[in-house]
């Protein structure tokens, strides 16, 4: 027998004859704790990417074996596959569907996501995303974005990957966006369905930028309610009080002084070429966004920045006015900084965190305390949870350049949050540009 040495390869009996102090030399750290864990899930995931591609051998020579028993309907052979699969997992015929479709969705689909997983450069999860995405987005798109959408799966969180895939699918689809919109307007309407106890649901089928501006603005007025300090309902009661109050009485007086008026506040995305563009087909427009949502039309998109008070126009173009700091002079970031600190993070700028900014606290990367500005480079939203763990858990963390947070861990371990938006720098033909925000 041999044992691997420092010096190389010698015999097991002079392993006995060095003693414990040769051996106390080696310099290889071992493994922590997070190592063995990591280690062991991408075993997990070459295993399952092994017995994914066994499911779909499984698969397609039992049908090619049905078929030399006569031409039987298809549905039934698929049942008869399913129904042995099943069986011979002591699984459901439901799980059974699931993991053939699987199978066959990166065996056959998705090959190079299939050799993702199996390298373990993205996790089941990430790869059962990808699958599903794209298989309802429909073939023409699935081929279109199937290596723009792995790209985002090695790069990316399992919460962020869903979401940044669904924003390219959309994205994608936008070629149709206004026809598809307008028919799916004709179909507008209330409908009552009744519940148990007395009870029942008020479902609103509406653009669904109408329907955030509703939610946003029921909200803005149950908080302050909900928050009272004899208040007894929780937030999702007063919420739905107030909306009946609204839409029975459509009188704001029978509210409390301190939450009349309120309106929504729904941040709507325009790129200005899409603006100036007659035709919302044409090559290169880029979509106008609704935080939240996801793309809608030009049309929609020109009405909302030309009217009214509630939305917060951010255009991907100069615009004056926009506050970046106060410095030291306040603690609380002014209204405009504390939205545009929101707009460009879109989500908390934890790890793979995918709460919305609405739910989040303006944070001070840098603590006011020990000197931190209050500017848009010093500011993130952060969770309530993730919050209090930066300030207590253990965790430091630290402003990069273009709005991306640096996270080092209790154990050292680095994780870079790169924020959903950049804010464009512009400079004069003559000036050096600097780095963005």
């Known amino acids: 027998m041999f044992v691997l040495t420092e010096g190389g390869v010698m015999h097991n009996e002079d392993r006995d004859l060095a003693g414990e102090e040769r051996w106390a030399s080696l310099t290889l750290e071992p493994p922590d704790d997070l190592d063995e864990i990591l280690g062991h899930t991408a075993l997990l995931n070459a295993i399952v990417a092994e017995r994914l591609q066994f499911v779909d051998w499984f698969h397609r020579r039992a049908i090619a074996d049905a078929r030399t028993y006569g031409d039987g309907i298809a549905e039934v052979r698929e049942r008869s596959v399913r129904l042995e699969l099943a069986a011979a997992m002591r699984v459901t015929e439901?799980?059974?569907?699931?993991?053939?479709?699987?199978?066959?969705?990166?065996?056959?689909?998705?090959p190079l996501a299939h050799d993702a997983l199996a390298s373990s450069r993205i996790t089941e999860r990430h790869a059962r995303i990808l699958a599903e995405l794209l298989d309802q987005a429909g073939p023409e798109i699935a081929e279109r974005l199937a290596e723009e959408a792995l790209t985002l799966a090695v790069a990316h969180p399992v919460g962020t990957f869903r979401r940044k895939l669904r924003d390219l699918i959309e994205r994608d689809q936008t070629r149709t966006l206004e026809s598809r919109h307008t028919e799916a307007l004709a179909q507008r309407r209330v409908i009552i369905?009744?519940?148990?106890?007395?009870?029942?649901?008020?479902?609103?089928?509406?653009?669904?930028?109408?329907?955030?501006?509703?939610?946003?603005?029921?909200?803005?007025?149950?908080?302050?309610?909900?928050?009272?300090?004899?208040?007894?309902?929780?937030?999702?009661?007063?919420?739905?009080?107030?909306?009946?109050?609204?839409?029975?009485?459509?009188?704001?007086?029978l509210l409390p002084p301190e939450v009349r008026g309120i309106r929504p506040t729904v941040a709507v995305t325009v790129p200005v070429l899409s603006l100036l563009e007659r035709d919302p087909d044409?090559?290169?427009?880029?979509?106008?966004?609704?935080?939240?949502?996801?793309?809608?039309?030009?049309?929609?998109?020109?009405?909302?920045?030309?009217?009214?008070?509630?939305?917060?126009?951010?255009?991907?173009?100069?615009?004056?006015?926009?506050?970046?700091?106060?410095?030291?002079?306040?603690?609380?970031?002014?209204?405009?900084?504390?939205?545009?600190?929101?707009?460009?993070?879109?989500?908390?700028?934890?790890?793979?965190?995918?709460?919305?900014?609405?739910?989040?606290?303006?944070?001070?990367?840098?603590?006011?305390?020990?000197?931190?500005?209050?500017?848009?480079?010093?500011?993130?939203?952060?969770?309530?949870?993730?919050?209090?763990?930066?300030?207590?858990?253990?965790?430091?963390?630290?402003?990069?350049?273009?709005?991306?947070?640096?996270?080092?861990?209790?154990?050292?371990?680095?994780?870079?949050?790169?924020?959903?938006?950049?804010?464009?720098?512009?400079?004069?033909?003559?000036?050096?540009?600097?780095?963005?925000?």
Request: one cysteine or more.
């Open 94 to 110: 439901h799980a059974a569907a699931d993991l053939l479709w699987f199978a066959g969705a990166l065996l056959q689909r998705y």
């Open 282 to 437: 044409a090559e290169g427009v880029e979509p106008p966004m609704v935080e939240g949502i996801g793309p809608i039309t030009i049309p929609q998109a020109k009405q909302l920045c030309g009217s009214a008070d509630g939305w917060m126009r951010v255009l991907t173009h100069p615009e004056s006015g926009i506050v970046l700091s106060v410095g030291r002079d306040r603690y609380k970031p002014p209204p405009g900084l504390a939205r545009l600190v929101k707009w460009r993070a879109g989500r908390c700028m934890a790890p793979g965190c995918h709460q919305p900014t609405e739910r989040c606290e303006i944070d001070h990367t840098l603590a006011w305390e020990h000197g931190g500005h209050t500017c848009l480079g010093n500011l993130c939203p952060l969770c309530k949870g993730h919050h209090t763990l930066k300030h207590h858990g253990g965790w430091t963390v630290e402003h990069l350049p273009r709005g991306a947070l640096k996270w080092t861990s209790p154990s050292g371990r680095t994780y870079t949050v790169e924020p959903e938006r950049r804010i464009p720098a512009f400079t004069t033909q003559h000036e050096t540009a600097p780095a963005p925000f």
């Open 193 to 253: 369905e009744a519940g148990a106890d007395g009870m029942g649901w008020l479902h609103l089928h509406a653009p669904m930028v109408e329907i955030a501006a509703i939610h946003a603005r029921i909200t803005g007025q149950a908080k302050p309610i909900a928050s009272h300090p004899d208040e007894d309902r929780i937030l999702d009661q007063v919420r739905a009080d107030v909306a009946c109050d609204l839409l029975i009485d459509g009188d704001t007086r």
